[in-house]
């Protein structure tokens, strides 16, 4: 190269990145943006400027020094760069400021919104990793703003403003952590961490709830042989919350393993109440097994621990699993699965026919029952595919010698039908809705 193109390439440097840290300069990235506010205008794509600012970093340069702070800087730029991929752009853009230009392949907004409280959570768990500079050791923060955008017509300084304007929400918010700038979602993830917060109040104080839904089998008469326990939310603003709405949250936080716990040993105390009737002494209880639970290397000894601690006889408790969770991860499962046979549990896969196992797999497995999926039974009398599955899952129930039972009955109509293809046990609305233990 000759010293004329040296010093070219130079310039060029300086005029588009940061000397200090190599990344993209304010210039530069303003570029980026407008081509980017370009393409998802065209595609509808979305795109998100991460704005990150470094918490008390000021306190850095004036106790250790700017040289100090300076490489900190680099470290944190590093940092940053390790949690991202390599087509994002990030860029430095003031002092302890840094913004990261994403695009995604993705139209749809709550995946976006998925992607990116995800990213921006990696970024903040890289950073807090402890980095040791000469004598001095530190523990890094930020406080990160995200603005979303696609087919809108903002330009790259309104963009920059609203993800500042994020950036300075988090920070009162406590900082060490991020903020989105559209209101709305904001909001969204406020009530999602809202939420988990009082679920797991209501995990402590006690303030959850089994209810139980009759199972009834009717081979000669209608006869109860157990119960399903569906466990209830009563929020004290909210009203009641579905499970369906909460279980993946308890999930995702990591509550299901408390909650779950409190299902099991709850359930023996009823199965232990029960032991002085007559007739509810007989009847098994269903638990439903979240896979996030039953993933757990500690899921065996701890519903194990309950059952001791209670006195319960594990042939008592049926566990009912989902297909899904079953086909993942198939050694350890079917390990899992005759250690809880071994044990004296019963097995039942709940939701039947909406996954994907085969049926060589589900022969190996040591279960008891299989339940027909709601979806099901639902058109059952008006669908003649429906129809056609159900008699299928009740066949093969019967080949592989498995208890079936129809979830969801709620007519008359449902109930003859799946008498007349074979059906032996039933849930569902027409015979008991789920309630109160006193209640049934
Ligand atoms: P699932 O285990 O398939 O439970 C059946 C759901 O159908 C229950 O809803 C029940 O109330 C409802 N149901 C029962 N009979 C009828 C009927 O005739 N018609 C209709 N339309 N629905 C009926 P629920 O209680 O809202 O529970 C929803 C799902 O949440 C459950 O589906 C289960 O996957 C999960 N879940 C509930 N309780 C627990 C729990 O204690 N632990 C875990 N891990 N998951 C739970
Ligand atoms: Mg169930
Ligand atoms: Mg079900």
New binding site residues.
């Given amino acids: 190269m000759t010293e004329q193109k040296k010093l070219e390439a130079e310039v060029l440097r300086l005029l588009n990145y940061d000397s200090l840290t190599n990344l993209v300069n304010r210039n530069f990235l303003n570029f980026f943006i407008t081509k980017s506010i370009e393409r998802s205008a065209k595609t509808s794509l979305y795109s998100a400027l991460l704005f990150i600012n470094l918490d008390n970093f000021k306190g850095v340069n004036n106790k250790c020094g700017n040289r100090i702070g300076d490489r900190l800087l680099v470290e944190s730029a590093n940092i940053i760069k390790k949690s991202l991929q390599k087509k994002d752009v990030i860029s430095r853009v003031g002092g302890d400021e840094f913004v990261v230009l994403v695009e995604t392949q993705e139209k749809d907004e709550t995946h976006v919104i998925k992607i990116f409280a995800k990213t921006t959570q990696i970024i903040l768990e890289n950073l807090k990793n402890l980095c040791v500079i000469d004598k001095y050791e530190f523990y890094i923060s930020a406080s990160i703003g995200i603005k979303l955008f696609n087919n809108n017509i903002a330009s790259a300084d309104e963009l920059m403003l609203h993800a500042n304007n994020a950036m300075c929400n988090a920070k009162r918010n406590g900082k060490n952590t991020f903020c989105f700038f559209d209101p709305k979602l904001q909001k969204m993830m406020e009530d999602k961490i809202k939420l988990t917060y009082s679920l797991k109040e209501a995990i402590e104080k006690d303030l959850m709830s089994?209810y139980y839904?009759t199972q009834i089998f009717t081979k000669k008469k209608e006869k109860i042989v157990g119960v399903?326990?569906?466990?209830r939310w009563n929020h004290p603003a909210r009203g009641m919350i579905?499970?369906?709405d909460f279980?993946p949250l308890a999930e995702e936080s990591g509550l299901?393993v408390p909650l779950?716990e409190w299902?099991i040993d709850e359930v023996c105390k009823q199965i232990n109440i029960w032991k002085s009737d007559e007739i509810k002494k007989h009847w098994r209880i269903s638990?439903?097994?979240?896979s996030k639970?039953f993933e757990l290397d500690s899921f065996v000894t701890t519903i194990k621990n309950i059952v001791d601690k209670n006195d319960i006889n594990p042939t008592m408790i049926r566990l009912?699993l989902t297909e899904s969770l079953l086909i993942k991860n198939i050694d350890k499962v079917l390990d899992t699965l005759h250690k809880l046979k071994e044990m004296g549990f019963s097995l039942s896969i709940?939701?039947f026919g909406t996954g994907y196992s085969s049926l060589s797999y589900l022969k190996k497995l040591p279960i008891n029952e299989l339940k027909i999926d709601?979806s099901f039974i639902r058109d059952l009398t008006l669908d003649i595919n429906d129809e056609i599955i159900t008699k299928t899952i009740i066949s093969i129930g019967e080949q592989f010698g498995l208890e079936v039972i129809a979830?969801?009955?709620?007519t008359k109509e449902q109930y003859k039908k799946l008498v007349e293809i074979g059906c032996e046990y039933f849930?569902?609305?027409?015979f008991s809705?789920?309630v109160r233990a006193e209640q049934l």
């Fill in positions: 089994l839904q399903e326990a569906l466990i579905s499970p369906a279980i299901i779950g299902i638990i439903n097994v979240s639970q009912e709940d939701d709601q979830e969801g009955v709620e849930q569902g609305y027409l809705k789920p």
